[in-house]
């Protein structure tokens, strides 16, 4: 079980929009604002895409977007391409103790 | 661009130790402010962070490995290590090591590791 919950699978058609949430809790999502998100494709180094909740860095397109609501952080992808298949999951600062926390993964899948 | 590559055995017999090494391109593991870093995915789960090295000496590693784990920097060769002892199967995971600067990371490939005899 992840520290930060997100659903298993999003599916998409190309164009469309979809959202992965990540849940966590006070002590780490709802406390601060270092949450980020990556891409990452099975036995290659995950890609950052999203940092403190809603900065892109440079090079990533701007279809992509990031949020916070309460203890839930989301990840939009807009106009979905194939290009976009892949697993994502989050990232949160949690203290000093325990550092980070992450999400188990969402697996993007699209039609 | 920083780069980081892990190394080491893939298959270790359970009560021993996990040795893993990562070595760094691109940057200097004596730069400052960096969190030269551990974490692991083990199959069908989530990530989970093991610990850090910072600033070349000081240490902070996940409460529940805490009594295990060992991280350590070899400046000669621009790396740093992982040790995990008493292993046990629950220890079966993708090792990555990372580079984070406090809000980001930037990742190795990973490196599978099995815990069997």
């Known amino acids: 079980q992840s520290a930060l919950t997100q659903p298993a699978s999003v599916s998409g058609s190309p164009g469309q929009s979809i959202t992965i949430s990540c849940t966590g809790t006070s002590s780490d999502v709802g406390n601060y604002n270092l949450v980020s998100w990556y891409q990452h494709h099975p036995g290659k180094a995950p890609k950052l895409m999203i940092y403190e909740v809603s900065k892109r860095p440079s090079g990533i397109s701007n279809r992509f977007s990031g949020s916070k609501s309460g203890n839930t952080a989301s990840l939009t992808i807009y106009g979905l391409q194939a290009e976009d298949e892949a697993d994502y999951f989050c990232?949160?600062?949690?203290?000093?103790?325990?550092?980070?926390?992450f999400g188990g993964g969402t697996k993007v899948t699209v039609l | 661009q920083v780069q980081l590559q892990e190394s080491g055995p893939g298959l270790v017999k359970p009560s021993e130790t996990l040795s893993l090494t990562c070595s760094v391109s691109?940057?200097?593991?004596?730069?400052?402010?960096?969190?030269w870093s551990w974490i692991r995915q083990p199959p069908g789960k989530g990530l989970e962070w093991i610990g850090y090295i910072y600033d070349s000496g000081s240490t902070n590693y996940n409460p529940s490995l805490k009594s295990r784990v060992t991280i350590s920097v070899d400046t000669s060769k621009n790396q740093f290590s992982l040790k995990l002892s008493s292993v046990t199967a629950a220890d079966t995971a993708v090792y990555y090591c990372?580079?984070?600067?406090?809000?980001?990371?930037?990742w190795g490939q990973g490196t599978l590791v099995t815990v069997s005899s």
């Open positions: 691109g940057g200097s593991v004596t730069s400052g402010s960096y969190y």
């Open positions: 990232c949160s600062y949690a203290g000093s103790s325990t550092s980070w926390v």
């Open positions: 990372a580079r984070g600067t406090g809000t980001t990371f930037a």
